[in-house]
C-alpha cells in the first residue's frame, strides 16, 4: 500500500542512514490534505531517527533534517525533497502518483490498504469477541447499541484483517433477575399478554415485581427460592425461564437482522452453571475460597486479608453468580477455541468486574489470562423516542426509518426507489453509527436527533449521500469511460488532495487495529467525502472531452470503493440510491 512509495523513501534512507529498510518504513506517513496550502506526500520524523531526543535541541533537530536533505537525491519515484520543521518531506512523481493509487485501488479492490507494508509482519491469530450480550426476558434496550456496534466494529476489522475471528452473543440468561421475574410472573403474569407482546409485557411484570420487592421482604424472599429451584433443575421452574429464554432470542433475532449483525455462537450464562460448580471446586482445591460472616464464599484478591479486594463467587444459599459463570465460559472457550485474543465489550461500569475475573484466571494458574481484554465505553445521553421514557433499541429503529423516510420525501433529489423503506433504514443507521463513532469509545456522549439526521457536515447521513452520489455518476457515464485513462488529466489540485488523501487509508486502518477505536476511520471518510463533494463540483464529467472524463470517472470510481470499504468495516451497509 501508499503503492510502494514508502518503501522506495525507505530503501533510499536506508542508504544514507546504514539502517534496514523495514525498520524505516513505520517511520514514514502520508501526509495529511490541507485546505491552505498544497502539502508534501510523505513525512519521516526526524524525532524517530535519534535515539537519545532529551537532549537534542530544536536547532540540532532541524540541522539533523537539513543535512540529511542535503544527501538524498531525488530520482524517478520522489522529485522534491525538503527538511520541514523536525520532518524530512517527500513529493511523488505526480504522474507516476496518479497511476499507482489509481491502479491499486482497482486491483485490490476490499482489500485496498490491508496488503500494505504497514501489516507484512502482522500474524495471523485466532480471536474471540464477545459482544451485544443482551438480558434474556428483557427488551432490547438502546444501552446495548453501543456493545452490538462496537463489537461488530472489532470483529470486521480483525476478520479484514486475516484473523480468524468467532463472534459470541453471551446472553444473560442466568442469575437473581430470574428469581424476580419467575416469582413476578406467578404474581402479575398473563398468558394472554405473554402471547401477543411478550418481551413488553415481561418488562412490565420485572418493573412490577422489583417495585414489590422493595417493600415487601417476602417477595425477595420467594425469588430467591425461585432461582434456587432453578439451579437445583426444578422442572416447572426450568419450564418457565425455557420459554422467556426462547421467546427473548426470537425477537432479539430480527433486532440483529435489521442491525445488518451476526454472530458466530449464541451462548447463555445458564450453559455454565454446571461448569461454574467446576470453578469453585478448583478454587476451593488451591485454598483460594473463603467464607463470610454472612456466609458468601467470596475470593481474596488483595493477597493481603484486605476484605474490600474480594470477588464474591457464591452466595450463602449456594447459587452461583456471574463473575464465577465468567470464568467457566472463560476456560470453555479456551478449550474450545484455543484463542490467541479474547476480547470483551462491555460498558466502562464493568471495568472492576473484568479486572477481577482476569486476575482469578491468573491465581487460578491460567497463564492466558493475559491474552483477555477488555474494551470498555461511555454511556449514551438523551437517546429518547418521541414517547419518551425507557428507551428500547427497536423503537429506536422505528424512529430513525420513519424520520429518514420523512426527510428524504422532503428532498428534492431523492431518486424513485425500489424500497424506501430499507434504504430509509440503512441511512438512519448509518447515522446513528457515525454519530456514535466520532469520538473516543470511553468518552460518554450527548445524543442529538436533529444533528444525527443532517444531511450535510459530518454525519452518516452525508456519507451514505456521498456515495449513492458516486454511484449514479458511474450509472450515467461509467459504461463508455471506464477502460483507461490518461494520468495527465487529473493534475489539478482538487484530483491531488483526493490522491493524497486515498494514500493514507492503510495508516488509518493501522491506527484503528493499534487502538480498535472506530473514530480514525469515520474521521478519514468525512474527510474523503467533502474533497470528493468538492470535486463534483469543479471536476465535471459532463461535457468533458473524452480522455478528461474517463480520467475523472477512474478517481470518482476509486473513491467511491474506499468509502464503501470503510464504510462496511464500521458496520454500515452503503447505500447506491437515496
Known amino acids: 500500500m501508499a503503492c510502494g512509495f514508502r518503501r522506495s523513501i525507505a530503501c533510499q534512507l536506508s542508504r544514507v542512514l546504514a539502517l534496514p529498510p523495514e525498520s524505516l518504513i513505520k517511520s514514514i506517513s502520508a501526509v495529511p490534505v490541507s485546505k491552505k496550502e498544497e502539502v508534501a506526500d510523505f513525512q519521516l520524523s526526524v524525532d524517530s531517527l535519534l535515539e537519545d531526543n532529551n537532549h537534542k535541541s530544536q536547532v540540532d533537530t532541524q540541522d539533523q533534517a537539513r543535512r540529511l536533505a542535503e544527501k538524498l537525491k531525488c530520482d524517478t519515484v520522489v522529485t522534491a525533497i525538503s527538511a520541514g520543521p523536525r520532518t524530512l518531506n517527500f513529493k511523488i512523481n505526480r504522474e507516476l502518483l496518479t497511476k499507482a493509487v489509481l491502479q491499486q485501488v482497482t486491483e485490490d479492490g476490499c482489500k485496498y490498504g490491508l496488503k500494505s507494508e ?44 486475516g484473523h480468524q475471528v468467532t463472534r ?29 407482546n411478550p418481551l413488553q409485557h415481561l418488562f412490565d411484570v420485572y418493573v412490577q415485581v422489583n417495585k414489590e420487592a422493595t417493600d415487601d421482604k417476602n417477595v425477595t424472599k420467594l425469588a430467591h427460592e425461585f432461582f434456587h429451584r432453578l439451579e437445583m433443575g426444578d422442572t416447572q421452574a426450568l419450564s418457565l425461564w425455557q420459554r422467556f429464554r426462547d421467546l427473548s432470542i426470537e425477537e432479539y433475532t430480527q433486532i440483529y437482522k435489521r442491525l445488518g449483525i451476526y454472530f458466530d455462537e449464541y451462548s447463555g450464562e445458564s450453559f455454565y452453571r454446571e461448569k461454574s460448580q467446576d470453578v469453585l471446586k478448583l478454587l476451593d482445591s488451591k485454598g483460594l475460597l473463603q467464607k463470610t460472616a454472612k456466609g458468601n464464599v467470596v475470593v481474596d484478591l488483595s ?33 474450545k477455541y484455543n484463542f490467541d485474543t479474547m476480547i470483551y465489550v462491555a460498558d466502562k461500569g464493568q471495568r472492576r468486574h473484568f479486572q477481577q475475573v ?3 484466571l491468573k491465581i487460578m494458574g491460567y497463564d492466558w489470562a493475559e491474552r483477555c ?3 470498555p465505553f461511555g454511556i449514551v445521553k438523551g437517546m429518547k423516542t418521541r414517547r419518551g421514557g425507557v428507551t428500547f433499541l427497536e423503537d429506536v429503529l422505528n424512529e430513525v426509518q420513519s424520520r429518514m423516510l420523512q426527510n428524504m420525501a422532503s428532498i428534492k433529489t431523492t431518486k424513485q426507489l425500489e424500497n424506501p423503506q430499507e434504504t430509509a433504514e440503512r441511512v438512519g443507521l448509518a447515522a446513528v453509527i457515525i454519530q456514535d463513532f466520532r469520538g473516543t469509545l470511553l468518552s460518554d456522549y450527548q445524543f442529538s436527533w436533529d444533528r444525527v439526521f443532517q444531511s450535510r457536515g459530518d454525519t452518516g447521513v452525508f456519507l451514505q449521500y456521498t456515495h449513492a452520489r458516486l454511484c449514479s455518476l458511474e450509472e450515467t457515464f461509467g459504461c463508455g469511460y471506464l477502460n483507461d485513462f490518461n494520468v495527465a488529466c487529473l493534475q ?30 469515520v474521521s478519514y471518510l468525512l474527510t474523503l467525502s467533502h474533497l470528493a463533494a468538492v470535486a463534483h463540483k469543479t471536476l465535471q464529467v459532463k461535457d468533458s472531452p473524452p480522455d478528461v472524463a474517463g480520467a475523472r470517472l477512474h478517481l470518482f470510481k476509486a473513491v467511491r470503493s474506499v468509502l464503501a470499504n470503510g464504510m462496511k468495516l464500521l458496520g454500515i451497509t452503503p447505500v447506491c440510491r437515496m
Open 118 to 161: 504497514l501489516f507484512s509482519d502482522l500474524p495471523k491469530k485466532r480471536i474471540v469477541v464477545e459482544f451485544s450480550s443482551p438480558n434474556i426476558a428483557k427488551k432490547f434496550h438502546v444501552g446495548h447499541l453501543r456493545s452490538t456496534i462496537i463489537g461488530n466494529f472489532i470483529a470486521n476489522l480483525k476478520e479484514a484483517l
Open 168 to 196: 459470541i452473543n453471551y446472553i444473560g440468561d442466568w442469575g437473581m433477575q430470574f428469581g424476580l421475574l419467575g416469582t413476578g410472573f406467578q404474581l402479575f403474569g398473563y398468558e394472554e399478554k405473554l402471547q401477543t
Open 303 to 335: 493477597g493481603t486479608g484486605d476484605l474490600s479486594f474480594v470477588c464474591t463467587v457464591m452466595r450463602s444459599d449456594g447459587t452461583s453468580l456471574y463473575a464465577t459463570r465468567d470464568l467457566a465460559a472463560a476456560i470453555h472457550r479456551m478449550d
Open 358 to 360: 482476569f486476575q482469578m
Open 373 to 375: 481484554q477488555h474494551v
Open 492 to 521: 489539478e489540485p482538487q484530483s491531488v488532495s483526493i490522491l493524497q488523501h486515498l494514500l493514507r487509508f492503510d495508516e488509518v486502518l493501522y491506527l484503528s487495529s493499534q487502538d480498535l477505536q472506530p473514530k480514525h476511520i
